[in-house]
Each structure stands twice: as C-alpha cells, then as structure tokens.
C-alpha cells in the first residue's frame, strides 16, 4: 500500500481509503459479521483510513464500524465521519447540533476523538450556520482535542473550492468527479492541494454506476449517464473484464498526476477489499479504456443535478 500526505494534517493516508457508507446496508443489507471481515482484512493489508457518517444507514453504518474496530488498538487507523446531515433532505449546521452529533458520534465509534470531522454535504445546508456556527464549533473542538482536523465534504466543485479556500479547512472530500465518467474534480483538487488543502476522491465506482451490478434505484445520474454506464459495463464483460477493475484502476493510477492524497472505496465484503488492493498494484488495460471510454464519451463530465437524496442515502 502506497501512502500520501493529507495536505498539512500530518496523516499520511493509504491510497486507498475504507468507504463505510456500504456498512449501512445502503447498497445491500450487511451483517455485522461481513462488517467485521471487511473491516479487518481492510487494515491487515494497510487500509488504515475509514470514512463514515452518521447519515449512512442513518447512524448504523457508524455502530456497525465502531463494533468493527472495537478490538482494533486506536493508534493503528484513522477514523473520517462527518457532522451536519442527518436524513435525505435534513441538515443542520448549529453549534448545539454540531456538538450533539459528535458525542454520539464518538459514542458509536468507541473512540474519544475524530482524526478527520467533516462538514457533510455543504451545498444544501444554511451556508451563514455553516460559517458562523459550525465551523467555529469544531475549532473549539480542535482546540480542546476531539477532533484533530477539519474538513468539508460535497458534489459541487465550485462551491467545496471556494468554502475551502475562505475558511481554511484541512481537508475536501468530493464524490464521483474523479471516475471513469467524470474528471471534473482533477484541476480543483491540484489547486486546492497547492493551497496546503488535502484532497479525498470518494466513489470512484460513481456510487456503483461503475459496477457490473449497475447503479442502485435511488442513483442521482440521469438516464443517459446510467444507460452508458450499463452499456460499458456490458463491454468489459465481454471482453472477459469487469468495469469495476477498470474504473479502480483508472482512479487510482492517475490521482496523483491531480495530488489526490487518497481514493475512497466502499464496499461491504472482505473479497472486494482484497480485489481492488490488487488492482492498485497492476497496470490499465489501455485498449479497454480507449474502448469504454469511447462508450461514455457523450455523458464524461455529465453531472447530476443535487437533489436531497443525491450523495448517499439513508438505507435501512
Ligand atoms: N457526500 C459525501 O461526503 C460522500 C458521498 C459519497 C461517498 N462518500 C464516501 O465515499 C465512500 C465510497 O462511496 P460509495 O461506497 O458510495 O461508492 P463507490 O465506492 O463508488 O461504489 C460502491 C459500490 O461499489 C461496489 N464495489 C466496490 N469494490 C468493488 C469490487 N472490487 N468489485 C465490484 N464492486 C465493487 C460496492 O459493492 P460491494 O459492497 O458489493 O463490494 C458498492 O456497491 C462512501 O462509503 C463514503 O465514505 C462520501
């Protein structure tokens, strides 16, 4: 496992990073057994960063990862989750709010401190609440230790660059910008890292879009976008692939030419874990890529519009 700086944070982050929204059952139901596999294969073989929320399986995917890491020693991995968005279509930046959510959260979790707190899904809540009271709250939180650094999470480049930029946050986290359909988020991720920013490229499968399951009922990408998506999945099939790998493949080996410190993946199964570590270490097939590529060609960098709902969802 390769490891890179997470802007100033002092983390080195592994170049793949565990995406536990998968624990709360959002994409399939997940037993605490198959957690637990995940979970400990993931940081036996160097994956020792995990992103959560309490928004994930509203709050189950967070139970079911602190169960997870409880027999885990807590200086051997760093724990992500996030404040602020609490349902599909709820969010709420106060102080009292921020607070709360963080004594559950570390509750959940098992632990007495967040290495990364995450401001979750920026562009929907009350941006004044989230300057004027969120962000204050986990400086203060900063400063007496339960959190160690500070970071926004979101779909909308515009909006993660220049939030970041004017309140100094340690860390952005974007989600399906970086992936085979969509390349928006490499300049901004350069310029944010050149701003001493650390960057986290999250579903690089596009929330399963990228997969040979297909995307989930509630995926946010247009009919065009999934259409493509399934057409080129049908395309690595036959040529005795899996869209998966290359999807993996392409995110992980070309994020650092954009100084993306590391790729968050979910899933839920310890074989996947294993799958996607080794495709780290392997080369791209180029004749595939050119091919599928030539299939998404009309909806690359194809956005979706950000309803409540996009970037997740609740799960059971
Ligand atoms: N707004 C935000 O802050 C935000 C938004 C989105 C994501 N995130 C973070 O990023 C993480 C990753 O996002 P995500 O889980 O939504 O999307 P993703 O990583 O793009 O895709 C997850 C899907 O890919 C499948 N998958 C993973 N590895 C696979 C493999 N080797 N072969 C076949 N299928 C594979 C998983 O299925 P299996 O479980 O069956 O393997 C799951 O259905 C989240 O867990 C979360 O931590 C944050």
Redo the contacts with the bound molecule.
Sequence with gaps: MKYHPLGRTGIDVPEIAF????LGSI?FDVSQDEANKAVAVALENGINYF??APYYGMTTAETALGAALKAMDRNTFHIAT?IGRYGDAEWDFSADATRRSIEASLKRLGTDYIDVIQC??IEYGDRQQLVHEALPTLRKLKEEGVVRNIGI??YLLDVLESVAKEQQVDTV?A?CTYTLQDRRLGPVAKRLSEAGIGVLN???????LL?Q?GAPDWHPGNEKVIELANAAARLCKARGS?I?ELAIKFALSTAREFDIATT??????AE?VM??ISWAGEVIDPDLLEDVEAVLEPVIGAGWDVLPGS??KAGK
């Design positions: 995406g536990a929204a998968s994409y992103d959560v996030k979750h899904d999470t979101g986290m989600y999250a579903s690089p499968l596009g929330m399963g997969t399951r899996d998966s968050v993946i979910g899933t839920a199964r996947n799958r996607n970037g997740g």
